[in-house]
């Protein structure tokens, strides 16, 4: 991120802020349109001329307007807009905040915003940002482009650029930056005060410096507070701090992310397996990790691999969608095929079919529940052996008592609607033994895909679901024939 | 959060190092209660003595390892143990950290951690945190504790605590602290420079001062870094930033975190309706409001108030999951009775009871797929009525064509499996039908909850997958009887 905006952005922090310039910035273009079409049906030379002048106005205002926001915000604006005014909004945005905009956008719009450029405000775009942020956008932008920024850049940022992008997504590697101010341990203070203040402008998010020594090797950090705080006669290493956190670009993202959150940090040094000091990590780096990641959560339980915008195209949203229909088509296949086992059963005593299917229910509701709690308990740390033990001991015997409560409601309410003792006493069974199957895979899931190393919420669910669906039908149509049928 | 830890935290950045320290510590302990057993069973008053001391010695370790830990990394190993050994190791904690790992922990541990200390012990640790944390804390303190710590309380400090405990959970107020540093317009920033150094610390997260006049209005911020950068000579207006974000009080905090999100903040002043200068919002506090706005909707998808951890009793556990079952039941119960009513037509085509829960099943998909991007297309705007129309539009469009898609293939396959060719019509029209009820309630549901002004998603799962099961059998069951019954 650079810094020019950062100090004195036109804000809008508020979303009905924000609303209300995009109803501004829409009226704007709507009237705009309306002077374009007085242009273009002007009979009189006169008349097309003030109108064209008007236009070009109304378009400065409208550019004026744009160029004072953050580009955080333009962002936002860009993404509520239908494409065709998106595509004129974007032709208005200065040169110089394209880049900073083309970060901020979701996948889908920089898609659309990318089209519409050309080759030579690609290369303008890609000027304006730093490597790490270059690294960001790097997959989006067409090979050839890419390959030519690459030459532009001097030799180190090159390195830079190669390094940030061999790093997958999910690593320190891709979340760092390279925005270091390093000091040597061994001068005074005063000197670092007077270096500094030859500097034009410190890196967003320099809550420190990273103190080192002649290899660069890592050996510390002095906060900008301790610079101020501290007798400038001191030397840095008297007033720095030795013991901090400090990460390798082959961490994963998600436990750095813990560590922020743990140790309320600001910004973190990254450092390579001898300890030389390589880049460093800030807490806007993480808190947008943590928002994608969340967002990525959010989409994949439901299974949706990427987000949609309401403007974009059909075809891509039915394609975005046709992956989970796909499974849960086989799962909900299986589940049938495991009811047609039972035909005679049904055809004997049709009730079976109407309370099947709450047998099924509420057995997917208790695995689910069981595999949240899980989630999130491993969310924190790793479980060992004991507290696995402990786990299926404590959700099988939730399962058994909430069995007990729930199976006894749904025996009674089964009594009180067919007056059959047997099919109540099936019920309630079934509805228990159900539970106990969804305690059982509900911890089994998750704790197995630990064991593999596996993200152990994905998928979970809807496994969980196939299998309390399946498992439902088969125990109750099973205890019914073998209990209830002749 | 106090400075004490947190320039040279003990740290455990990674968990499996937390797992080793977590190790370790229970080791101690049993190696511990092996003594003990040999000091209790000791014939020998000189045996007795060595072993006591042992024993004691061994006490003294274990708390010396346990206070070089910051205190969020206590809170996590108090977590991971089970109820007696984390008392053991609760005893050992400094007191002068009582505080802050009551801070860390979850809600259920702090309840268990409470419940062992005594009146003295639980003023000690409120002494111990500023006003803004006390605040946090005071929901679960005894309230004749908490008296009893207002009363101690200079009156400043009184009053905001007062204010901080007058704001609900989700507010600005709530997320603020009141650690400002001040300083005036006019004054040089030489000056500002002197004042610093005399100060001994300043707060976590201090990446700017905030500039006052003399009613306390709020005026500007000034960066640490433009203390560090600019000429000490100029007037401390001349390097300010004067147009920043600011929040009130009564904001929400979810647009807040979003502010932060969007402008990278670290830090931001909060001011009240005449601009006065009250308090301030950090990252850390916005990043821990994040991380509980993310638990908590987790666990509302499956109904859950509240975390437990693996170490709860199990009547608790019972209690926390039975709304939730509760729920369901009755939705459950009027999807069976939708069914009931076409027993007639499931006596005769017992192959309806087989195929019914597809139909309800994959309904359930397109619909949560529906509201789970709306949800998110909300989490950033607030959608006007053209937006609305043409989300309409479009998962209508969509749930059209993917009805044409997987209808077409489920008729396909019931063909296949029951040759009956009008019964594959019926399967394929239902599922098409019930995937435009999905599509349309996906839509109407939290665009409706948006308007009313709540949270979007709250519930909305649970009320899609009710309509889409109840109407899914309704259409499917109701087409079976009008086409396929005589």
């Not at 900073?100 to 775009?125: H, K, Q």
């Given at each position: 991120m650079?810094?020019?905006?950062a100090?004195?952005p036109?804000i ?5 802020e924000?609303?209300?310039?995009i ?5 704007m ?11 273009d049906?002007?009979?009189d030379?006169h008349?097309e001329?003030?109108?064209?002048i008007?236009?070009?106005q109304?378009?400065?205002r ?6 004072q926001?953050?580009?955080?915000d ?5 993404e ?9 909004i ?9 880049g900073e ?19 030579e405000?690609m290369l303008n ?10 690294a960001?956008?790097?997959?989006d932008?067409p ?7 690459f ?6 940022e090159?390195?830079r650029?190669?390094f ?7 690593t ?14 061994d001068v ?21 410096l ?7 090797s890592?050996v510390?950090?002095?906060?900008l507070?301790?610079l101020l ?17 400090r ?7 998600r436990?750095?992310?813990d ?18 000091l390589?880049g460093r ?7 947008d990790f943590?928002?994608e ?5 959010r989409?994949s ?5 990427e ?5 974009a195209?059909i075809a ?10 796909a499974v849960?088509l086989?799962?909900?296949?299986v ?6 086992l039972?035909?005679g059963a ?7 079919a109407a309370?099947?299917?709450?047998v099924?229910g509420?057995?997917?509701?208790v ?9 999130r308990?491993?969310a ?17 015997r939730?399962?058994l ?15 009180l609607?067919?007056?059959d003792?047997?099919l109540?006493?099936?019920?309630a ?11 059982f ?6 704790v ?17 679901t196939a ?9 109750f ?6 209990f209830?049928?002749?």
């Amino acid at each position: 991120m650079t810094n020019q905006h950062a100090t004195e952005p036109k804000i809008a922090e508020k979303p009905a802020e924000l609303a209300a310039i995009i109803r501004d910035i829409r009226e704007m273009m709507a009237r705009n349109r309306l002077v374009e079409g007085l242009v273009d049906r002007s009979q009189d030379a006169h008349h097309e001329l003030v109108e064209r002048i008007v236009h070009k106005q109304n378009l400065t205002r409208l550019a004026q307007k744009i160029e004072q926001l953050h580009p955080a915000d333009i962002a936002l604006i860009l993404e509520a807009l239908p494409v065709d005014e998106r595509m004129a909004i974007w032709s208005l945005v200065h040169a110089d905040q394209d880049g900073e905009v083309l970060l901020e956008v979701s996948d889908a719009v920089r898609m659309s915003l990318l089209a519409a450029m050309d080759r030579e405000e690609m290369l303008n775009a890609a000027n304006t940002l730093d490597t790490d942020e270059l690294a960001d956008l790097a997959p989006d932008f067409p090979a050839q482009v890419m390959q030519e920024v690459f030459t532009t850049l001097p030799l180190a940022e090159r390195e830079r650029l190669r390094f940030a992008l061999s790093y997958p997504e999910d690593t320190v590697g891709a979340l760092m930056d390279f925005d270091l101010v390093t000091v040597r341990a061994d001068v005074r203070i005063e000197v670092v005060l007077r270096y500094l203040r030859r500097m034009e402008d410190l890196p967003d998010h320099t809550d420190k410096l990273f103190v080192v020594n002649r290899d660069s090797s890592f050996v510390g950090v002095i906060y900008l507070k301790n610079l101020l705080l501290s007798d400038p006669d001191l030397a840095v290493h008297q007033a720095m701090a030795k013991e901090v956190v400090r990460f390798h670009p082959e961490d994963k993202a998600r436990t750095t992310a813990d560590a922020f959150e743990r140790y309320d940090l600001v910004s973190a040094p990254v450092v390579d397996e001898h300890n030389r000091l390589i880049g460093r990590v800030t807490i806007n780096a993480v808190v947008d990790f943590i928002r994608e990641a969340r967002d990525e959560e959010r989409l994949s339980q439901v299974g949706l691999r990427e987000e949609e915008d309401i403007f974009a195209p059909i075809a891509r949203s039915v394609k975005n969608r046709s992956p989970w229909l796909a499974v849960n088509l086989v799962t909900a296949l299986v589940a049938s095929r495991v009811i047609g086992l039972f035909d005679g059963a049904i055809e004997q005593l049709v009730a079976l079919a109407a309370l099947m299917p709450i047998v099924a229910g509420m057995g997917g509701n208790v695995g689910n529940q069981t595999i949240t709690m899980i989630v999130r308990e491993l969310a924190f740390r790793t479980l060992d052996n004991r507290d696995i033990r402990l786990l299926y001991s404590k959700e099988l015997r939730i399962a058994l008592i909430n069995g007990m409560i729930w199976g006894g409601a749904l025996g009674l309410i089964t009594f009180l609607l067919y007056h059959d003792s047997a099919l109540s006493l099936v019920m309630a069974g079934a509805v228990s033994l159900n539970f106990l199957t969804a305690a059982f895979f509900g911890v089994t899931i998750p704790v197995t895909r630990m064991k593999l190393g596996r993200d152990p919420a994905l998928g979970s669910s809807v496994l969980i679901t196939a299998i309390t669906d399946s498992g439902g039908f088969f125990i109750f149509l099973g205890l019914a024939t073998v209990f209830l049928m002749n």
